[in-house]
């Protein structure tokens, strides 16, 4: 089993920034990917970026591309996600996922595992 916690979300005002981090424990090994969602309300889980975990190739929506960054740790068994430029229409509940299948995947149903979600919103 792999568990992940999220941190780092918060209130921000438009045009700022923010860090989210997800912490990786148990079998990390069973890693291949990594992945950040968001959820805002009354939507869908939206894909956001994704990052393999060997390679570090990375992904991202076209509606954060430009703006958000995804990076690892591998030593520390951590993904962040840099955001910056943040608009209102980012306010979502992020949640960082992770898979045991290599290569990046858009698809929730291809993550094994999730983390709790951590609150990101923006002021206009």
């Known amino acids: 089993q792999v568990q992940l916690v999220e941190s780092g979300g918060g209130l921000v005002q438009a045009g700022g920034s923010l860090r989210l981090s997800c912490a990786a424990t148990g079998r990390t090994s069973s890693i291949y990917r990594m992945g950040w969602f968001r959820q805002a309300p009354g939507k869908e889980h939206e894909f956001v970026s994704a990052i393999t975990w060997s390679s570090g190739s990375t992904y991202y929506a076209d509606s954060v591309k430009g703006r958000f960054t995804v990076f690892r740790d591998n030593t520390k068994n951590t993904v962040y996600l840099q955001m910056n430029s943040l608009k209102p229409e980012d306010t979502a509940v992020y949640y960082c996922?992770?898979?045991?299948?290599?290569?990046?995947?858009?698809?929730?149903?291809?993550?094994?595992?999730w983390g709790q979600g951590t609150q990101v919103t923006v002021s206009s």
């Open positions: 996922a992770a898979g045991s299948v290599a290569g990046i995947s858009q698809s929730r149903y291809n993550y094994a595992w």
